[in-house]
């Protein structure tokens, strides 16, 4: 059986170390658990086991950018004697452990102050001693604990949070107004249905018949008002929305409650309006609970640096803001660092990996002259680059720019409203029609029969319906890793179909390869020598070879190191000379469309590793299920695996590879055209155009929490397989919503049947109309758990 890491819970593939009775993954671990059990927080193991985080292995000097004066003032939020405050986005926060971690540090480290998380967002606010410890310091602190924060352009931007608390104050000024309502109107009601007279009520009935006036004023003022908004909106657009006959319905009781108490006829019913305006407020709140941890709408800023290197000319470096870059400064780009500019290449060899913005999986080799875009990552010896575009004109800036992503939702066109168009017509006219007839035959009468076809007719369900059914539904599909952006997606996705995959990273792992050797059989002592060799090196496929070479995790010196960015590296290994790399410095041949490295020793060709994507699981199975979909698949590397992937989609209908993201957005606007509704799936920068541009916007992501492009969906990559489960409860929450509708109008025509014949009084209609509420939000919530469990059950098994 696989063993798992005690601090960490990962599977222990390569490195096993034995410490405390205890088995852990790596020293990064050995050493947190170390750390706690020194600090006396060895608790942090019982709130939850295995819930550590791994720490990152990056070098030591990532963060000595933010001791710069313009970085640090940028970064922290006060500043001032010995104290500063900053405050850090830590994406891997995931449990009650992290909490509790992060809020100790002050026990680890005595230079901070005092720690206080916000899980919701992600970040940990550190007030510290910034004479003692040094704001990089504390980055390294905390990403050798396993938290690496995340610092960029977004983070850096020091925007106040706002959190809408309106609605959340309608809400309370409507359940006092209700609460208490329902307590001044109580003995009055009692007195009718008893059919008793209490002098004690006859003498201050109209007090309070008054107060329940004073007490629903600003309901249908203030914590109505939104719908008076919404309808008047919709009328603008010359759509007759959902909020239309709901806003009549307000009317027609306060303006009948008014009436009633003015002529002594009634109290009204403002506790009853009162009522239903806090039943739907409630609806509405439930319905704009996403996920505030995931962002769905980022830019460029999460993506770029805050700080670069400047070199001037006499080679003196210093950290500077992204932003107060200016064309024909030079600056430093070293080993795995994203270039922020476009910027021409001076001094060094270039080996950019686009992957993120381009989707080509291989790298590119730069020399001196040639031009470089922003975004691409450099994988080899540093670079001096001479900037071309500041940091707002660059090319990955302009592709964020593009109009789809400007592009913008109404919300106009939901099923809801396209009902209730026709549902405010029909009820106006068996309103104009029952009062011509009631007017010519008890004019009396008229009033009572068209105020309780209006409040018995009064869409309240009709409004709660979608909104307590898309809320269920989106805090289920977020329990299964497919966090939905909002309520209107859920409607979109169960009209799509047309499906559109990106290869690299979507279909395929981002970080595996399938490797297989071609060549003269290899000795151990060369297979560990060569591992130990790899071991050196940073690139990703020295990486992938490395982990696939199933040796024991033996080190042997390594001399006469020689790395060429680009090409590969050489050195010797106990007495033995190799070259790893390129056919060029191995001396093999070359094959188009393939990615290989090929190992030289002692000057003779050995053989070559050739890497392949590897698909994730389940794939063609996954296919299999999706042929109601036209399935397209685009991708921005060769044509190298358009065999394997027909073998996995045989019912494909269109395939196209080297595509940049412009054809990726052109791609997706060309099926649009033709009338198809498309979803987009997709894992990079690369994908963002398409991905803002599809009717349904999905990004792939296999840690949620990392970036991700703008979207309208973050799916758990590791739940790809799925996606056809995910499809069919979309539509499925649709059917729920058309029974809901349903159970309304079966409420309306029972209860217009009664009205429309003066047989039933507003009084009883007020009393009645919430019923249809309540049972469209029992019937909801229990269909869409009862549906949910015949896919989710599934995926969890």
């Known amino acids: 059986m696989p063993e798992n890491c005690f601090h960490c819970g990962q599977t222990i593939d390569k490195e096993r170390i034995s410490f405390d009775e205890k088995v852990f993954c790596c020293t990064g671990c050995k050493s947190v658990y170390e750390i706690l059990n020194l600090n006396n927080l060895g608790d942090f193991y019982e709130l939850n086991k295995r819930s550590g985080i791994r720490p990152d292995d990056g070098n030591n000097t990532q963060f000595d950018y933010l001791d ?28 009650s452990s992290c909490i509790w971690l992060l809020e100790s540090l002050h026990t680890l480290n005595k230079n901070i102050n005092y720690s206080q998380v916000n899980f919701t967002r992600k970040t940990v606010q550190i007030s510290f001693n910034h004479h003692e410890l040094k704001l990089s310091e504390l980055a390294k602190f905390l990403t050798d604990l396993g938290y690496k924060p995340v610092i960029n352009l977004e983070t850096a931007d020091q925007k106040e949070e706002r959190f809408d608390r309106s609605l959340i104050l309608k809400l309370a000024v409507a359940g006092f107004a209700f609460g208490n309502g ?28 008054f107060i329940m006036f004073f007490l629903a004023t600003p309901v249908v003022f203030y914590s109505a008002w939104g719908y008076f908004e919404s309808a008047w909106y919709g009328l603008k657009n010359k759509v007759v929305n959902i909020d239309v006959p709901i806003v009549l319905g307000i009317i027609m009781l306060y303006g009948r409650s008014i009436y009633e108490i003015l002529t002594d006829y009634g109290p009204g019913y403002f506790d009853t309006l009162c009522g239903l305006l806090f039943f739907m407020l409630m609806g509405k709140i439930f319905q704009k609970r996403t996920y505030s941890a995931l962002s769905y709408d980022r830019d460029y800023k999460s993506f770029y640096p805050i700080a670069v290197t400047k070199v001037d000319f006499n080679g003196k470096q210093q950290n500077i803001l992204l932003s107060d870059l200016k064309i024909g400064d030079r600056i430093m780009v070293r080993n795995q660092e994203i270039i922020p500019v476009d910027a021409i290449l001076i001094n060094g060899e270039g080996n950019i990996d686009n992957s993120f913005i381009t989707g080509e999986s291989a790298s590119i080799q730069k020399k001196p002259g040639d031009k470089i875009f922003a975004g691409g990552k450099q994988v080899g010896s540093l670079l001096e680059l001479e900037v071309i575009k500041t940091v707002n004109q660059s090319y990955l800036t302009q592709l964020w720019n593009k109009e789809a992503f400007k592009k913008h939702e109404t919300g106009l066109d939901t099923l809801t409203n396209k009902i209730s168009k026709y549902f405010t017509f029909i009820i106006l006219g068996i309103t104009l029609i029952a009062g011509i007839y009631w007017g010519q035959h008890d004019f009396e009468k008229m009033f009572q029969v068209v105020a309780a076809i209006l409040i018995i007719a009064c869409p309240c369900a009709l409004a709660l319906s979608a909104p307590f059914t898309f809320g269920h539904v989106m805090r289920i599909l977020g329990r299964n890793e497919f966090y939905v952006k909002d309520t209107l997606t859920i409607e979109k996705l169960s009209k799509i179909n047309t499906l559109v995959f990106d290869k ?38 020295s990486k992938a070879l490395y982990d696939y070479i199933e040796m024991d995790d033996e080190y042997f010196p390594v001399t006469q190191y020689t790395e060429t960015a680009g090409k590969g590296y050489e050195a010797e290994v106990r007495g033995t000379k190799y070259k790893v ?60 695996e358009e065999q394997p992937l027909k073998e996995i989609i045989p019912q494909y209908t269109g395939m196209a590879f080297s595509q940049t993201p412009e054809d990726k957005l052109n791609y997706i606007k060309h099926l649009q055209d033709q009338n198809e509704r498309v979803a987009m799936l997709g894992d990079g920068l690369n994908d963002a155009g398409a991905l803002k541009q599809s009717n349904v916007g999905i990004a792939v992501a296999d840690d949620t929490h990392s970036f991700t492009p703008s979207s309208d969906v973050i799916m758990a990559g590791g739940r790809l397989s799925s996606l056809d489960h995910y499809l069919n409860y979309a539509k499925d929450s649709m059917v729920i919503v058309k029974m809901t509708f349903a159970i309304s109008f079966f409420y309306n025509i029972i209860g217009l049947s009664f009205a429309v014949t003066g047989n039933m009084s507003p009084l009883f209609a007020a009393i009645i109309m919430p019923i249809s509420s309540i049972s469209v939000v029992i019937f909801t919530s229990v269909a869409t758990w009862w549906r949910s469990t015949k896919y989710f059950k599934l995926i969890k098994n």
């Open 68 to 95: 710069t004066p313009e970085i640090f003032d940028k970064v922290t939020n006060f500043s001032e004697g010995n104290t500063s405050l900053v405050n850090f986005k830590i994406p891997v926060i995931h449990c």
């Open 581 to 640: 790399g390129s056919a060029k410095l191995a001396g093999g041949t070359p094959v188009n469309l393939e990615t290989a490295v090929y190992v030289n020793k002692n000057g003779e060709l050995l053989g070559k590793f050739i890497f392949k994507n590897e698909y994730r699981q389940n794939l063609k199975s996954l296919f299999g299920k999706l042929r109601d979909y036209r399935v397209h698949i685009l991708s921005g590397d060769n044509a190298s």
């Open 182 to 209: 329902m307590f001044f109107s109580y003995p009055e009601y009692a007195e009718q249905l008893m059919g008793t007279t209490d002098m004690w009520m006859e003498k201050y009935k109209h007090l309070f018949r």
């Open 504 to 541: 690299t990273g979507t279909i395929t792992h981002n970080k595996e390869a399938k490797i297989t050797y071609e060549g003269q059989e290899i000795p151990e002592q060369d297979l560990k020598n060569i591992k130990t060799l790899v071991k050196n090196s940073n690139h990703p496929l």
